[in-house]
């Protein structure tokens, strides 16, 4: 069991909360137990508000996308109360994929990311199927074009492939069988909403929509009667039950075994990959999978082993994670007191390799050494000088200031008080960085301290706003 002290409090924290807000630590740090401290942080509430658009005409769906993405970072940076319900959500998000680019409906974009903020730590059989035939996935997919008559695979196949079983864990045969249980689904293009094909009136002429013929699928027969509709879900209740991976899969070593422990070890890895580091444990994946498949697949207690294993508070997890860019602009967020519709520059973070609601695939984003190239990096800066330009109210002006999230420096404060060249600045260079970290409620290193103080100080310029740019840009503040 890790130890209750403040560096392992505030690792847990950025990790599952974004920031290690100080009101956080030292609440945790009150907790009875470590253990405690874990339960506390994921005892998010049950049902969390949704955004409410502004923008009421149809033909700005795009604007009401924005006023998605800024509902949602707001609630990451400032507004929640437990941050660990929209870190899941943003991991489901960037694992259950679907992009506001191909769907092309804000509303059902939230009513995809309202599931995962809602059941992201609730049970994935539910959360999934109910994913599985939201018009968000119907359309990223192509499971509204999934037809007896002219099968779609796309979904069938990411549901295996991405989702839950990883490639080489099945066969062709299991894509078509899935494929065919999933039949049946679309939406109505016009107005978003979803429809069972079946239901419409036959006519001659009428395709067959949904492909109810018996099946063999992992192992197991699907398709044997009952509701028509569920068909479907019987995929998801296979491969998370007693499916078996066929002899004929790629991964020779998994033929034969249990597909649930299969989806386990694999999800395992992916919820460490974003969470921990790149270098997962085997003691720490398998308590997860047995964690995971002891609780029927709910998420909370499969969560919760990862946060009190011993190997999650190594030095090479607290510095083997490099924070990304919606990360990064949560923290920003956060540290500055800044509102996201007012601030956050969604065409600036393009250039960083991830945007809210735009996965560039179906295999989401990927980790850590992801977000560093020079071109990414190039777009972190910036970012980082268009908040610390936001962060400057009024500045040139008499009684300007740079506000923090919790006090501000004025430029009187931040200027040469003595005639030149006699530089002799009010604030000690030290003084100026400190109060800056302080206020943001930042840590960095004392290297990184060092730099910035010595910067300053040899700068001989009667302006030091520019400190608050260089520390936006410290290592400490890209990584986890």
């Given at each position: 069991m890790p130890q209750l002290n403040e560096r392992n409090v505030r690792h847990l924290l950025r990790r599952t909360e974004f920031v290690d807000r100080q009101s956080r630590v030292d609440e945790l740090l009150q907790a009875s137990s470590f253990a405690a401290?874990?339960?506390?942080?994921?005892?998010?509430?049950?049902?969390?508000?949704?955004?409410?658009?502004?923008?009421?005409?149809?033909?700005?769906?795009?604007?009401?996308?924005?006023?998605?993405?800024?509902?949602?970072?707001?609630?990451?940076?400032?507004?929640?109360?437990?941050?660990?319900?929209?870190?899941?959500?943003?991991?489901?998000?960037?694992?259950?994929?679907?992009?506001?680019?191909?769907?092309?409906?804000?509303?059902?974009?939230?009513?995809?990311?309202?599931?995962?903020?809602?059941?992201?730590?609730?049970?994935?059989?539910?959360?999934?199927k109910e994913m599985s035939v939201g018009v968000a996935m119907l359309r990223y997919l192509d499971n509204n074009r999934n037809v007896a008559d002219s099968p779609?695979?796309?979904?069938?196949?990411?549901?295996?492939?991405?989702?839950?079983?990883?490639?080489?864990?099945?066969?062709?045969?299991?894509?078509?069988?899935?494929?065919?249980?999933?039949?049946?689904?679309?939406?109505?293009?016009?107005?978003?909403e979803y429809v069972w094909r079946d239901d419409e009136p036959k006519q001659p002429w009428t395709p067959i929509y949904h492909d109810s013929?018996?099946?063999q699928f992992l192992g197991r027969t699907i398709n044997n009667g009952g509701d028509p509709r569920r068909h479907g879900d019987?995929?998801?209740?296979?491969?998370?039950?007693?499916?078996?991976?066929?002899?004929?899969?790629?991964?020779?070593?998994?033929?034969?075994?249990?597909?649930?422990?299969?989806?386990?070890?694999?999800?395992?890895?992916?919820?460490?990959?974003?969470?921990?580091?790149?270098?997962?444990?085997?003691?720490?994946?398998?308590?997860?999978?047995?964690?995971?498949?002891?609780?029927?697949?709910?998420?909370?207690?499969?969560?919760?082993?990862?946060?009190?294993?011993?190997?999650?508070?190594?030095?090479a997890v607290k510095d083997g994670l490099v924070r990304s860019p919606i990360d990064w602009t949560v923290s920003m967020l956060y540290a500055l007191n800044l509102r996201s519709a007012d601030h956050t520059p969604m065409y600036l973070m393009e250039g960083t390799g991830q945007v809210i609601l735009r996965p560039p695939n179906v295999s989401g984003w990927k980790t850590n050494g992801y977000f560093v190239n020079a071109s990414a990096m190039s777009a972190r800066a910036d970012i980082a000088q268009h908040f610390s330009w936001r962060a400057q109210r009024d500045y040139w002006e008499d009684g300007g200031y740079l506000q923090f999230r919790n006090g501000r420096l004025t430029r009187e404060q931040l200027i040469d008080a003595s005639p030149w060249p006699d530089y002799v600045p009010t604030m000690p260079s030290a003084d100026v960085i400190d109060n800056m970290?302080?206020?943001?409620?930042?840590?960095?290193?004392?290297?990184?301290?060092?730099?910035?103080?010595?910067?300053?100080?040899?700068?001989?310029?009667?302006?030091?706003?520019?400190?608050?740019?260089?520390?936006?840009l410290t290592p400490e503040l890209h990584t986890a």
């Open positions: 401290a874990v339960d506390d942080v994921l005892d998010v509430p049950s049902n969390p508000p949704s955004v409410s658009f502004q923008e009421t005409s149809p033909d700005l769906e795009w604007v009401r996308a924005q006023e998605l993405s800024h509902f949602w970072l707001d609630r990451m940076a400032t507004t929640s109360p437990k941050p660990m319900q929209e870190k899941m959500a943003l991991f489901w998000h960037g694992h259950l994929v679907s992009s506001f680019q191909k769907v092309d409906r804000a509303g059902k974009m939230r009513e995809q990311i309202d599931l995962y903020r809602r059941d992201g730590l609730r049970n994935l059989r539910t959360m999934v779609n695979q796309n979904f069938a196949r990411e549901l295996m492939e991405l989702f839950l079983l990883e490639v080489g864990n099945y066969t062709e045969a299991d894509v078509e069988a899935a494929t065919a249980a999933w039949t049946g689904h679309s939406d109505i293009w016009e107005t978003g013929s018996t099946k019987e995929t998801i209740d296979v491969i998370l039950g007693n499916g078996v991976v066929p002899n004929g899969a790629d991964k020779v070593e998994n033929r034969g075994r249990q597909t649930r422990a299969v989806a386990a070890e694999f999800l395992s890895r992916k919820l460490w990959n974003d969470f921990g580091n790149q270098e997962p444990p085997g003691a720490a994946i398998a308590a997860m999978r047995d964690a995971f498949i002891g609780a029927d697949f709910e998420i909370r207690p499969w969560v919760r082993t990862m946060l009190l294993r011993d190997e999650f508070y190594t030095d970290t302080t206020m943001m409620e930042v840590q960095i290193s004392s290297e990184s301290r060092r730099q910035l103080i010595a910067h300053l100080e040899r700068s001989e310029r009667w302006e030091r706003n520019d400190a608050l740019y260089l520390i936006l």
